[in-house]
């Protein structure tokens, strides 16, 4: 069987897909100790899928997150956020995700391991990712959920009222290039 269910000779899925910033919502949160977590958006993301069917194994996605892009619906916040403190956009305006493994954990589901690059520390991550749907017009939704530790890129300012632990949540489409 293939990552839709399907045998694997049909290879619908196959090809390279475009992931654009109007095409993927990108959420964050953190928790906070006795309060509700801080919660955000990063408008700009961007990237590419190369999924091979037949070789689920060889499968690639690459990401690039526009840190300046991110959003809280507090302008403090948001401020902080990018500041030298946090994400530090004026000296690491990326973050960006490329992918070392990928395996199938499902018909439509896989662990995608891969390099987090951000403010210029790469450390190993996974991230659960899960097919939704697959249209005749070449493109392929999904939706991504996972996090790393912000502590390990240092940005530990605000422990252990603020977790250290980001949530991520991604979901998107990807259309055939």
Do not use: C, W
């Not at 690059?117 to 999904?142: C, D, H, P, Y």
């Amino acid at each position: 069987m293939s990552l839709t269910g399907q045998p694997a000779a049909a290879a619908p899925l196959t090809g390279t897909y475009t992931l654009s910033p109007t095409q993927v919502d990108t959420t964050f949160s953190v928790k906070v100790l006795a309060g509700k977590p801080i919660t955000g958006v990063f408008k700009t993301v961007s990237g590419k899928m190369t999924l091979d069917q037949n070789r689920p194994e060889m499968s690639r996605v690459s990401v690039t997150v526009n840190l300046a892009s991110v959003e809280t619906g507090s302008d403090k916040v948001t401020g902080f956020l990018k500041s030298s403190s946090m994400f530090d956009v004026v000296n690491h305006p990326v973050a960006v995700f490329k992918s070392t493994r990928v395996r199938m954990t499902g018909d439509r589901s896989a662990e995608v391991e891969g390099d987090l690059t951000l403010r210029g520390k790469t450390l190993r991550t996974k991230l659960a990712v899960q097919l939704t749907e697959m249209e005749s017009n070449g493109s392929i939704g999904f939706e991504v959920s996972g996090g790393f530790f912000r502590s390990f890129y240092g940005m530990n300012v605000g422990q252990p009222i603020y977790a250290d632990k980001v949530n991520l949540k991604i979901s998107g489409t990807g259309r055939r290039s």
